[in-house]
């Protein structure tokens, strides 16, 4: 079952990893590059997850999430949050603004694609 996924991030290695990885699930994988096309990107294509990464250029993935999260449109979107910060405080900060999960980089690949398959399990059911 194929689900409509938008990867947004500012480094092109992980974003190459990020969509292989996706992609070779089964799902649509659409690209950002910084935190304002992001959120555009969400609007036009309301994807089913969203791979937000925090330090970007023009908007930061809290400034995307707060926004994904006050427009009541979009307020049910999945966001896994990605971040080279993993220190506890951004942790709370992403879950705080509604982050569905967060995972510091780097990371397993396996246990990304475990928690997108969790998400999108967790979406299919609301």
Do not use: C
């Not at 292989?20 to 994988?29: I, N, P, T």
């Not at 979107?77 to 506890?88: F, Q, S």
């Amino acid at each position: 079952m194929s689900k409509r996924i938008l990867i947004v991030d500012d480094e092109p290695n992980i974003v190459i990893s990020l969509e292989f990885l996706m992609m070779r699930e089964g799902h649509e994988v659409h690209v950002a590059r910084d935190g304002e096309a992001g959120l555009l990107a969400v609007r036009a294509q309301r994807p089913d997850l969203v791979v937000l990464d925090v330090m970007m250029p023009k908007l930061d993935g809290f400034s995307v999430l707060a926004a994904i999260r006050a427009d009541a449109e979009l307020a049910q979107t999945r966001v896994l949050m990605l971040t080279a910060k993993g220190r506890e405080a951004e942790r709370e900060k992403g879950l705080t603004l509604g982050a569905n999960a967060y995972m510091p980089k780097p990371f397993s690949t396996r246990e990304l694609v475990d928690k997108v398959k969790e998400l999108l399990v967790l979406e299919d059911l609301n």
